[in-house]
């Protein structure tokens, strides 16, 4: 395991930007060179003595002093985004549930989706990796009031710095 005393040896990290480059010549990587190159979903990997390391994960050590236990949470969503003030330790349910609305969703709003076997919207919210169905509405905006109060009853506010729901209710007259 890589202490920060020799990450800093290896590397300068710029906690505005999230770059980290090379002290000294690496390879074929000069001094001054950014480290790093991107991995599978858009990750930054830094290799050092060997090993690979990602470079969310190097920050928190660089910057605190200590190898996160926890997964490192982007809080933009954006892998490569590597800044201190984007990066946050979270738990996997809590890493889980700041994730984007997904590419299937016709509604636009995450938990909510079109029931058409009762002609109405459907809402729901994952608890504990099963999901828990919130009813039935007959409009997206009804619907998505009841996905918001979930999300604040189990806490979800500490997690998703962007519920849809909320964005949804806002858009559309509602008070959040």
């Known amino acids: 395991m890589i202490t920060q005393n020799r990450l800093k ?13 090379w002290r000294g010549s690496a390879g074929p990587a000069a001094a001054g060179a950014e480290a790093g190159s991107p991995h599978l ?11 690979l390391y990602k470079a969310h994960r190097l920050a928190v050590l660089y910057t605190d002093g200590y190898m996160p236990e926890n997964t490192v949470d982007h809080i933009d969503r954006v892998p490569s985004h590597n ?10 349910q809590c890493q ?4 984007c609305v997904n590419k299937n969703n016709t509604s636009g709003i995450k938990g909510i989706s079109w ?6 919207w459907r809402a729901d919210i994952m608890v504990d990796r099963r999901q828990k169905h919130l009813g039935l509405f007959g409009n997206p905006f009804e619907a998505a009031c ?9 806490g979800f506010q500490d997690c ?3 519920s849809s ?5 806002k858009e559309h007259g509602g008070i959040v």
């Open 9 to 21: 040896e290896v590397l300068k990290y710029n906690p505005d930007t999230g770059v980290f480059t």
């Open 160 to 162: 998703d710095v962007s």
């Open 115 to 120: 029931y058409k076997a009762a002609g109405k």
């Open 83 to 92: 800044w201190r003030l984007n990066l946050r330790e979270a738990t996997q």
């Open 165 to 169: 729901a909320r964005k949804y209710i």
């Open 146 to 154: 009841a996905r918001y109060a979930a999300e604040q009853c189990l």
């Open 96 to 99: 889980t549930r700041n994730c």
């Open 41 to 51: 979903k858009g990750y930054i990997q830094i290799g050092i003595d060997g090993k």
